[in-house]
């Protein structure tokens, strides 16, 4: 199967900056797109951005100017810079992929185990 794995969460001040990866591995086929969502405590999980395989990049709003999504397709890592980070910032951040394996037809979605982002003076 797939496995995603993040890395580079952390604590950071307000105003701080983080950057975060996420590799994918196992039966990789192709991978379509991939992204980041996040989930505060007590909150629905919710989009942060997105890359499609071509590089088109989709941010949420309250993120738009402050954090940029990349990818590696040689490598199948997926990164986000966060920059001037806020509270309201703070939050499970988990990767997302559409993969089509190796042994299927079709693409199906991914996830990781996600990482922890704290913004806190």
């Known amino acids: 199967q797939v496995q995603l794995v993040e890395s580079g969460g952390g604590l950071v001040q307000p105003g701080g900056s983080l950057r975060l990866s996420c590799a994918a591995s196992g039966s990789i086929f192709s991978i379509g797109a991939m992204g980041w969502f996040r989930q505060a405590p007590g909150k629905q999980r919710e989009l942060v951005a997105t890359i499609t395989s071509h590089s088109s990049t989709n941010y949420a709003d309250v993120v738009k100017g402050r954090f940029t999504i990349s990818r ?9 810079q966060m920059n001037t980070l806020k509270p309201e910032d703070t939050a499970v951040y988990l990767c997302y992929a559409r993969v089509r394996t190796t ?15 704290t913004v806190s003076s």
Not at 103 to 117: I, L, S
């Open 103 to 117: 042994q299927a037809r079709f693409y199906n979605d991914f996830w990781g185990q996600g990482t922890q982002v």
């Open 72 to 80: 590696d397709n040689a490598k199948n890592t997926v990164s986000l």
